[in-house]
């Protein structure tokens, strides 16, 4: 063969495994973005979810299970698409929640369950924002031992 057939079959060789490489690198960088993208949308709606909680318990308990039932969806959309991490503190915080709307709960009961509530949300937005590469975020410190869970 002449070298002038060599040289083209070379760069068309180099052409099509050029392009084969490139779709297959933009294919992956797309699903890339929609999965963050997707990840934005559910942590924006389990973040004005809970706050919801939190405004509804500043005023004392509250037995409605609309919030909560609202909460189990959103939960479950976290699950399919957040990390691990981001969908146990969401559920603390949505647990936190729960247990100080119960009727009849002490005064001083309902603000520790607030604070740690407070505390865990605040670990979730800095969790949320590491796995989306939004920055630091606030670096959550830990609760004194005598703040943490039982």
Do not use: C
């Amino acid at each position: 063969m002449e070298d002038g057939l060599w040289a083209a079959l070379v760069t068309g060789v180099v052409a099509i495994t050029a392009g084969y490489l490139g779709t297959i690198w933009g294919s992956r960088n797309e699903h890339r973005q929609w999965l963050r993208n997707e990840k934005m949308k559910v942590y924006n709606k389990i973040t004005h979810l809970l706050s919801a909680e939190d405004d509804k318990n500043t005023n004392g308990p509250d037995s409605s299970g609309e919030i909560e039932a609202r909460r189990s969806v959103v939960l479950d959309e976290v699950l399919l698409l957040g990390s691990d991490e981001v969908y146990g503190l969401a559920s603390k915080v949505g647990e936190f929640a729960k247990e100080a709307s119960v009727a009849g709960i002490h005064v001083d009961q309902w603000e520790s369950l607030m604070e740690k509530r407070d505390y865990t949300f605040l670990a979730m937005i800095d969790a949320m924002r590491r796995e989306l590469r939004l920055g630091k975020g606030n670096r959550v410190s830990p609760l004194p031992k005598a703040k943490q869970r039982s």
